[in-house]
């Protein structure tokens, strides 16, 4: 059996319970190299076997994974954050399917969420924004047609870029380009979320590219845009005396 776990964010004590009980468990964990936290790998047993995925190929992870089954051994895949973003699950799970290898996926903790949390912020403001983008910069590897960067800042909502830290003055040319950011738009880099080396950089997406410079982040760091981060907000409806839901009347509401 092959278990893929998110580690979360980094920090040891955000990875699941679900999660850590299956380090605990596992006979060989594979984990995604120095962006997993090696605080996590305490959980393992003592007769665990390593397996560090950073300069392996995707053929070889399957062979360390086959070698398991074949073995009786239950296998973890260790992957940061949530294994649904950025993790290039689904090219492994299809190729356990494809083997008759049985395998389960555990969601983590995702580094957007822990971000927002580090800064005090929330994505979703009424009024301001209920959309949030998670996407990244095309570079080495490309992004889909419709998917560049401009358009999907022409939306104006609360935006999270990933994998996009080493190229902080072609993406904030991007997204000024959409036309809906301006250069006074609220904008962090928040490096190594909730690591004990943990940065936050508050600025707009002006400064956003002479920030990452003066700071010397152009990896392992996330970029957050939009006016969440500081704009004027309209209070919730869910917990306006005047507004009714099934669970309480309106103030003055009789009926």
């Not at 095309?138 to 401009?150: C, D, F, I, K, N």
């Not at 943990?198 to 970029?223: F, H, N, P, Q, S």
Request: proline share 5%; charged share 20%.
């Amino acid at each position: 059996m092959v278990h893929f776990v998110g580690a979360g964010p980094g920090a040891a004590d955000l990875i699941t319970l679900r999660g850590a009980e299956a380090l605990r468990q596992a006979d060989v964990v594979i984990y995604a190299g120095s962006l997993v936290n090696p605080a996590l790998l305490e959980n393992c047993r003592a007769d665990c076997e390593l397996h560090n995925s950073a300069a392996m190929t995707l053929e070889q992870v399957l062979a360390v994974m086959e070698r398991a089954e074949a073995a009786g051994k239950t296998t973890v895949r260790l992957h940061t954050g949530d294994p649904s973003l950025y993790g290039a699950i689904r090219e492994q799970m299809d190729a356990l399917r494809e083997r008759g290898i049985p395998f389960d996926l555990t969601p983590g903790v995702s580094s957007f969420s822990a971000a927002a949390a580090a800064l005090e912020a929330e994505y979703t403001l009424p009024g301001l924004s209920q959309s949030l983008i998670l996407s990244r910069l095309a570079g080495r590897t490309p992004v889909p047609a419709g998917e560049e960067l401009s358009q999907l800042a022409a939306h104006g909502a609360s935006m999270v870029l990933f994998l996009s830290a080493g190229m902080l003055p072609q993406l904030q040319e991007e997204l000024l380009a959409g036309g809906a950011y301006t250069p006074e738009t609220p904008a962090a880099l928040v490096y190594k979320v909730s690591w004990p080396e943990e940065k936050l950089c508050r600025c707009t997406l002006g400064t956003l590219a002479e920030t990452g410079a003066r700071e010397g982040i152009y990896k392992t760091a996330l970029v957050l845009v939009g006016d969440f981060l500081a704009g004027p907000y309209e209070r919730s409806k869910l917990y306006d005396p005047d507004f009714s839901t099934e669970y309480r009347k309106a103030r003055g509401e009789t009926t």
